[in-house]
């Protein structure tokens, strides 16, 4: 099972344009699927913080609108 590096839910598998990609349906987020990439446990919290960075300016963003 592959799980989302920012909430822990199953990671799906998708396929567009002929590459293959991960997506977390709960994050509603393309994230990396870190069970297929040999990353170091510092790099994958590195990753994570970036991604929940970014995922809180997207709120705010939206709810300021």
Do not use: A, G
Request: aromatic share 6%; glycine share 0%.
């Amino acid at each position: 099972m592959n799980n989302c590096p920012i909430c822990s839910s199953q990671i799906l598998r998708h396929i567009n344009h002929h590459q293959i990609y991960w997506y977390c349906p709960h994050c509603h987020q393309t994230v990396p699927n870190f069970t297929q990439v040999s990353v170091s446990q510092k790099v994958r919290q590195e990753v994570r913080d970036v991604i929940r960075d970014h995922q809180d300016q997207s709120v705010r963003v939206k709810v300021s609108c």
